[in-house]
């Protein structure tokens, strides 16, 4: 066999073996063509009025389908726009909130200036307030929640969104503050007062409006007294009497202050953490660990009573040193 009838040998194997391959593809593009739905433009009108029913009757995944399709097949009618954020309410009902969160930032980075921004930007906050968790978990969405609440108050103070928003925006500030507490607290308890003092002077500094403050005052006051910083636990003492004088807090820090206990005291945790939800007086780390001590340590049996014989009582015939024999 020559070298070109060898070439043209191989050429041919290659033809019968993509033949398969080409045939197979032909068909799958064919039977996909077969299964798509045919496009047939719609009037808009029509289109709307679809979606609206569906909402209506609760069926929110079917009405973003349709504004979707508003949007897609009518992109530059009035009603284009309007369909976007329609959607995203229905994605939103749907419990759907990441397609509506990306539909409504195109919204507001397409339309800035559109008369339904307000309600965008407050729909927007919305997908992020519902997803907030208690504080023992990432604050993520509240912090999202607060910058977007933020923006409806900054940006649209006067549309009617503007009134709850500053509702909420108080109640993710208490969140955030309350997450800050819980890490704080969990350093106190390990003694990592630097770490602990850091996360209470940022709920002062950053949410000082919440119902946290005054504990951050006293749980500061308390750990500037285990490191026997007095100077400074007596100036954080004064500032949460002077602007808390009748929190129970106060009373806990006056009480603590009072007792002129050392830093040795201190550093054993023998101080203040709050009041008993059951007496409401108030306990002490220290009492605390002593009760779980009690609790896990098994108390000893009272031994029973030993029944009296007969003899029991009577004098010994025998003088004491011969009581052996």
Same mark, same amino acid.
């Given at each position: ?28 593009? !064919?039977?996909? !063509? ?45 009603? &284009?726009?309007? &369909? ?13 909130? =990441? ?38 978990? =990432? ?25 709850? &928003? ?70 954080? &003492? ?39 939800? =059951? ?45 052996? =024999?």
């Amino acid at each position: 066999m020559t070298m070109q009838e060898d070439t043209r040998f191989s050429r041919s194997a290659k033809y019968r073996l993509l033949l398969p391959l080409v045939v197979g593809a032909a068909l799958a593009l !064919s039977a996909c !063509s077969t299964t798509e739905e045919e496009y047939v433009e719609r009037p808009v009108a029509e289109l709307y009025n679809e979606a609206q029913d569906s909402l209506k009757k609760g069926e929110y995944e079917e009405a973003a389908k349709s504004f979707d399709e508003v949007e897609r097949q009518h992109p530059y009618s009035i009603w &284009a726009s309007k &369909a976007q954020v329609m959607a995203a309410y229905a994605n939103y009902e749907a419990l759907k909130y =990441d397609d509506a969160i990306a539909a409504l930032q195109r919204f507001l980075r397409l339309h800035p200036g559109n008369r339904d921004a307000a309600y965008a930007q407050y729909l927007l906050a919305l997908c992020y307030y519902d997803q907030i968790s208690d504080v023992v978990r =990432d604050q993520k969405m509240t912090s999202s929640a607060r910058e977007a609440l933020t923006e409806v108050v900054t940006r649209y103070p006067n549309s009617k969104y503007a009134k709850d &928003a500053r509702v909420k925006l108080d109640l993710t500030d208490d969140h955030l503050a309350g997450k800050e507490m819980e890490i704080g607290r969990y350093y106190m308890r390990w003694r990592q007062y630097i770490a602990a003092i850091n996360r209470f002077k940022q709920v002062i500094e950053e949410h000082q409006t919440t119902t946290h403050t005054p504990e951050a005052l006293h749980r500061l006051v308390e750990a500037y007294t285990a490191m026997g910083m007095v100077a400074e636990a007596q100036k954080t &003492a004064s500032v949460l009497g002077h602007n808390f004088p009748g929190s129970e807090w106060y009373q806990d820090t006056y009480e603590l202050m009072t007792k002129g206990r050392t830093r040795q005291e201190i550093g054993t945790f023998d101080f203040l953490i709050g009041r008993d939800e =059951d007496s409401g007086k108030v306990r002490s780390l220290k009492a605390a660990e002593d009760e779980e001590k009690e609790e896990e340590e098994p108390k000893p049996q009272k031994p029973e009573p030993v029944e009296e014989k007969e003899e029991a009582g009577k004098e010994l015939d025998k003088p004491w040193w011969n009581i052996f =024999d």
